[in-house]
């Protein structure tokens, strides 16, 4: 019999290979011994940060990350039917996630919208060339707790800054934390248009949302 430290490391390698039929094995094992959540918490998202990390380091590429999170989340649907009334619907928070107008640039903010949601968030990802009102009209729709706001060029680093401009005058800046990112952005543009975070990457994304909404 495997011991519980196996069976959160077998978990983990399943989503990093990428394999749904590996990481519903893994699941299927785990539940003898294991609770659901901690499969989910402990295994699978421990996988997908792992798979988020080799992302980064340009070990894994976008399509491999697109298949471990799906195989991720088949393993967490065969595990809500058990999870405890209510647990399946606890999210960490709800984050509306978009890159500005302008800028058609998508895979870095699919990928944190991917890890995001692989996390543990409600996120809706309202895609690219986006609107400075259409952040704020979203929010609004699904009570966002936090807007992400990607960036990827120079000329449209401005939208970041308009998007909180707006939140101001709709009376909306206490209720919505707002992260920026993106290739121009840096911690010291974050401080200078009042955004509560900056995230370099995906994983940061995650840690630093994870961070401000748990305060």
């Known amino acids: ?6 069976l959160i ?27 659901p959540a901690e499969i ?28 471990a999170a799906d195989a991720m989340t088949a393993g967490v649907k065969v595990l809500e039917a058990e999870l405890p009334a209510g647990t399946e619907s606890k999210k960490l928070g ?11 640039h998508d895979i870095g903010k699919s990928i944190v919208s991917t890890m995001l949601q692989s996390s543990g968030f409600e996120v ?11 952040f704020i009209e979203k929010a609004k729709e699904v009570n966002a707790n936090m807007i992400g706001i990607s960036a990827l060029m120079t000329t449209t680093l401005q939208g970041q ?13 206490d209720k919505v ?9 840096t911690q010291a543009w974050a401080d200078k248009i009042g955004a509560d975070c900056y995230a370099e990457n995906a994983s940061e994304a995650v840690a630093k949302a994870k961070e401000i909404m748990l305060l």
């Open 1 to 6: 019999m495997a011991t519980k430290e196996e």
């Open 9 to 35: 490391q077998e978990l983990s390698d399943a989503v990093i290979s990428c394999k749904k039929d590996a990481v519903l094995a893994a699941v299927e094992k785990a539940k003898k011994v294991m609770e």
């Open 40 to 67: 989910i918490d402990k295994g699978l998202s421990a996988g997908m940060n792992q798979v988020g990390i080799l992302f980064e380091r340009g070990k894994l590429f976008l399509p491999h990350v697109m298949i």
């Open 94 to 104: 709800v984050i509306v996630n978009g890159t500005v107008e302008g800028d058609v």
């Open 124 to 134: 809706y990802d309202i895609g690219r060339d986006v609107p400075v009102r259409n």
């Open 161 to 173: 800054k308009s998007v909180i401009e707006l939140l101001k005058e709709e009376g909306l800046r």
């Open 177 to 185: 934390k707002v992260m920026v990112g993106g290739a121009p952005a």
